[in-house]
């Protein structure tokens, strides 16, 4: 008698770290949950009892003694009962385990894995509006398991010297295997046709917006992308936000660029921007104009550049090809922030520089031209192979090969001294034979002109020997005094 009421009652675990789950992967995660759902077990049985009382801390904040226990299947409960059967299962996703611990918990980690999956496959199957105390608890069950304390990382650039140390292995969260489907629930639950956004937006607030933004902070890849998905999403859907996630993620940039020069997130914001200003209604408002000047071309500062070049390009382009006037803003911020000693930069700005010249008009490129074509002199002129080879690659573009065309009088007397210099010297065998080729476009199109700068070129040249010439003479006559009034001594 005494071994079966012992029998009865319920073991007690050690208690649990709050600390859990970090995610990324946008709606294309559904392939991969479902293979989760093929990989684990099936705790679906409700005639079973596999319960145990654990100690955690639950969403409200407080420990205490919790029954984790397996909850019946949506399919084994008539249809009035649902909706009361995803609120325990919500309440059950609630608890937040710790995953330091690879042996701590393991049956209940696994039934709230699989008590996830059963709330993706509802919340995508849902074919009712979610009542207003549902989107409260859905939101109550993914902020206690996304808005976590993080664990503490080294906040170091993952760029030195201009070189791109992102090939490291990033920091994975341990708790992804529950974080993962955290995020495909949050996910399917905004995209999901059935979740009222006047309800929502109640829950879904500008507080929760930041807390969004604080995670995409991440040293987790996956997480990010999951985030940039979902912060795009509610960008879509709820309209009323727009404003706000537009000025929080200039805030963002704004810190970056001015204060830290840290964060993981970067890129993915800039991508969700990237879909934003396509979207953009013409004429652009001064709004959006103030952000290009302020936080995008400013992006082109830090030395960490390579990590989020791409979207901060497409973001520029974007710009351009809705407003062609933007060009010479563009291209006067480039100038602005041209790097001085890193070849590597220097050739990620001369592909951007291509691309916004290519949707720049010709009254534009008028303003811009002359000291655009002084930047891209001294590229010309560069020691560096692969800056001198990349700005000849303009040439190879027709829409600027054409804009070049249409003002050779002003640029060719800014280039000739470059292209002839590399023609004579430099040392790469490539950049002298394109140098060569580009020389030849110029002096086809009009051989006055190019004989004019070789002259021009010629009697500087002249002159700057004689000014050495004379500099080495003063030299060797303040050697000789040097030397007498030694000898004298």
């Given at each position: 008698?005494?071994?079966?009421?012992?029998?009865?009652?319920?073991?007690?675990?050690?208690?649990?770290?709050?600390?859990?789950?970090?995610?990324?992967?946008?709606?294309?995660?559904?392939?991969?949950?479902?293979?989760?759902?093929?990989?684990?077990?099936?705790?679906?049985?409700?005639?079973?009892?596999?319960?145990?009382?654990?100690?955690?801390?639950?969403?409200?904040?407080?420990?205490?003694?919790?029954?984790?226990?397996?909850?019946?299947?949506?399919?084994?409960?008539?249809?009035?009962?649902?909706?009361?059967?995803?609120?325990?299962?919500?309440?059950?996703?609630?608890?937040?385990?710790?995953?330091?611990?690879?042996?701590?918990?393991?049956?209940?980690?696994?039934?709230?894995?699989?008590?996830?999956?059963?709330?993706?496959?509802?919340?995508?199957?849902?074919?009712?509006?979610?009542?207003?105390?549902?989107?409260?608890?859905?939101?109550?069950?993914?902020?206690?398991?996304?808005?976590?304390?993080?664990?503490?990382?080294?906040?170091?650039?993952?760029?030195?010297?201009?070189?791109?140390?992102?090939?490291?292995?990033?920091?994975?969260?341990?708790?992804?295997?529950?974080?993962?489907?955290?995020?495909?629930?949050?996910?399917?639950?905004?995209?999901?046709?059935?979740?009222?956004?006047?309800?929502?937006?109640?829950?879904?607030?500008?507080?929760?917006?930041?807390?969004?933004?604080?995670?995409?902070?991440?040293?987790?890849?996956?997480?990010?992308?999951?985030?940039?998905?979902?912060?795009?999403?509610?960008?879509?859907?709820?309209?009323?936000?727009?404003?706000?996630?537009?000025?929080?993620?200039?805030?963002?940039?704004?810190?970056?660029?001015?204060?830290?020069?840290?964060?993981?997130?970067?890129?993915?914001?800039?991508?969700?921007?990237?879909?934003?200003?396509?979207?953009?209604?013409?004429?652009?408002?001064?709004?959006?104009?103030?952000?290009?000047?302020r936080a995008l071309i400013p992006l082109h500062k830090p030395r960490c550049l390579a990590m989020?070049?791409?979207?901060?390009?497409?973001?520029?382009?974007?710009?351009?090809?809705?407003?062609?006037?933007?060009?010479?803003?563009?291209?006067?911020?480039?100038?602005?922030?041209?790097?001085?000693?890193?070849?590597?930069?220097?050739?990620?700005?001369?592909?951007?520089?291509?691309?916004?010249?290519?949707?720049?008009?010709?009254?534009?490129?008028?303003?811009?031209?002359?000291?655009?074509?002084?930047?891209?002199?001294?590229?010309?002129?560069?020691?560096?192979?692969?800056?001198?080879?990349?700005?000849?690659?303009?040439?190879?573009?027709?829409?600027?090969?054409?804009?070049?065309?249409?003002?050779?009088?002003?640029?060719?007397?800014?280039?000739?001294?470059?292209?002839?210099?590399?023609?004579?010297?430099?040392?790469?065998?490539?950049?002298?034979?394109?140098?060569?080729?580009?020389?030849?476009?110029?002096?086809?199109?009009?051989?006055?002109?190019?004989?004019?700068?070789?002259?021009?070129?010629?009697?500087?040249?002249?002159?700057?020997?004689?000014?050495?010439?004379?500099?080495?003479?003063?030299?060797?006559?303040?050697?000789?005094?040097?030397?007498?009034?030694?000898?004298?001594?």
């Amino acid at each position: 008698m005494i071994k079966q009421l012992l029998g009865k009652i319920p073991r007690k675990s050690s208690k649990s770290a709050g600390n859990g789950e970090n995610g990324r992967k946008n709606g294309k995660n559904s392939k991969a949950v479902a293979n989760t759902v093929s990989k684990g077990s099936n705790f679906g049985d409700s005639g079973q009892n596999n319960g145990t009382m654990i100690s955690m801390k639950h969403q409200n904040g407080n420990l205490g003694l919790y029954s984790y226990e397996v909850l019946p299947g949506f399919k084994d409960v008539p249809n009035s009962q649902k909706e009361s059967l995803f609120f325990r299962k919500l309440k059950l996703c609630s608890i937040v385990f710790d995953f330091t611990d690879p042996v701590k918990h393991v049956k209940e980690k696994e039934i709230k894995r699989q008590t996830l999956l059963e709330l993706v496959d509802y919340v995508t199957s849902a074919n009712g509006k979610f009542s207003e105390a549902v989107v409260q608890e859905v939101v109550k069950m993914v902020s206690v398991n996304m808005f976590r304390t993080p664990s503490p990382q080294p906040r170091e650039n993952k760029v030195v010297d201009g070189v791109d140390l992102e090939e490291e292995e990033p920091t994975m969260d341990l708790a992804w295997p529950h974080l993962q489907i955290v995020y495909e629930v949050f996910l399917r639950f905004v995209a999901s046709s059935e979740t009222d956004v006047k309800l929502t937006k109640k829950y879904i607030d500008q507080a929760f917006v930041l807390k969004l933004l604080d995670l995409i902070d991440s040293e987790d890849p996956r997480e990010r992308e999951y985030l940039k998905t979902i912060l795009h999403r509610i960008y879509g859907k709820f309209m009323v936000h727009r404003p706000f996630i537009r000025k929080s993620i200039n805030n963002v940039f704004y810190q970056f660029v001015f204060e830290t020069e840290k964060h993981n997130g970067i890129a993915e914001l800039l991508e969700i921007l990237g879909s934003i200003i396509n979207g953009f209604a013409l004429p652009l408002k001064e709004e959006h104009k103030m952000f290009l000047v302020r936080a995008l071309i400013p992006l082109h500062k830090p030395r960490c550049l390579a990590m989020y070049h791409q979207p901060l390009s497409y973001c520029i382009t974007q710009f351009v090809e809705k407003d062609c006037k933007l060009a010479d803003v563009v291209i006067r911020g480039l100038l602005k922030y041209w790097p001085v000693t890193n070849s590597s930069k220097e050739v990620m700005f001369l592909n951007e520089l291509e691309e916004v010249l290519e949707a720049t008009q010709s009254q534009e490129f008028q303003r811009c031209m002359v000291p655009l074509f002084h930047q891209i002199a001294r590229c010309l002129s560069s020691s560096h192979f692969q800056v001198a080879e990349r700005a000849l690659f303009l040439w190879n573009n027709d829409p600027i090969e054409n804009l070049i065309r249409q003002n050779q009088k002003v640029i060719l007397p800014i280039l000739f001294p470059a292209l002839e210099r590399n023609a004579r010297n430099h040392w790469n065998q490539a950049v002298r034979s394109l140098t060569i080729n580009v020389r030849k476009i110029f002096e086809d199109l009009d051989p006055e002109l190019f004989n004019d700068c070789l002259l021009k070129f010629q009697e500087t040249e002249k002159k700057e020997d004689e000014t050495k010439a004379r500099w080495e003479a003063r030299w060797r006559r303040l050697e000789e005094m040097g030397a007498q009034k030694t000898a004298g001594k």
